[in-house]
Every structure is written in structure tokens, then in C-alpha cells.
């Protein structure tokens, strides 16, 4: 079993910074990609970041130039460092990882509790 727990949401003003954190903890053989999600209220759940094992990249374009994604494989922990915050960040941010149990199996989709995120004066 695999338990994804995020940190470091909170209220933070415009042009503000804040990192999160995702650990991963539990019984399995390999993390392999890992993202951040978030959604807002009314809306659907969206892609913010992803990152492979290796640690190649992506964002999402609302949040690129802004937002850093990265991993610490030693540490089973994923970060996002958001900075010049908007209004619009406004959201519960997600933790996803693909995980395999066990060496030579699947690995599957697992979902952090989600922590919430406030941009506002």
C-alpha cells in the first residue's frame, strides 16, 4: 500500500511564494512519473506538473516561468516551488505518482488527500 501525503499549502498574497511537498510512504518497489494537480472550486481537477523518474519536466502554460516541479528519489518526494502567485492559483493542489508494488508489476495511479492553496490580499 502507498500513502501520498502533501504539505505546505496555505494563504499567501499576490506575487507571493509558497512550496509544496508530496512524500511517499508505504510498501512498494518503484515511483516512476509524478505530478501536481489542483483544482478550484466549480472546476475540474487539471494538470499543473509533471515530472519522469529521470526528471524530465512539464507544464502546464498558466503556470509556466512560475512554478518549478522536482524530486528527491532518495526521499520518495516530489516539491513544487510557486512563485508570483496569482488569484487565479487559487486551489486544493494534488499529489499523483505512479507506483509498482512490487518489482516486475504495473505500476498504478495513486492520489495525495490534497492541501489547499489561497492567493488573495
Known amino acids: 500500500q502507498v500513502q501520498l501525503v502533501e504539505s505546505g499549502g496555505g494563504l499567501v498574497q499576490p506575487g507571493g511564494s509558497l512550496r509544496l511537498s508530496c512524500v511517499a510512504s508505504g510498501n512498494f518497489f518503484s515511483i516512476y512519473a509524478m505530478a501536481w494537480y489542483r483544482q478550484a472550486p466549480g472546476k475540474q481537477r487539471e494538470l499543473v506538473a509533471t515530472?519522469?523518474?529521470?526528471?524530465?519536466?512539464n507544464y502546464a502554460d498558466s503556470v509556466k516561468g512560475r512554478f518549478a516541479i522536482s524530486r528527491d528519489n532518495a526521499k520518495n518526494t516530489m516539491y513544487l516551488q510557486m512563485n508570483n502567485m496569482k488569484p487565479e492559483d487559487t486551489a486544493v493542489y494534488y499529489c499523483?505518482?505512479?507506483?509498482?508494488?512490487?518489482?516486475?508489476?504495473?505500476?498504478?495511479?495513486?492520489w495525495g488527500q490534497g492541501t489547499q492553496v489561497t492567493v488573495s490580499s
Open positions: 515530472i519522469t523518474s529521470g526528471g524530465a519536466t
Open positions: 499523483n505518482a505512479d507506483v509498482s508494488p512490487r518489482f516486475g508489476e504495473r505500476a498504478y495511479g495513486h
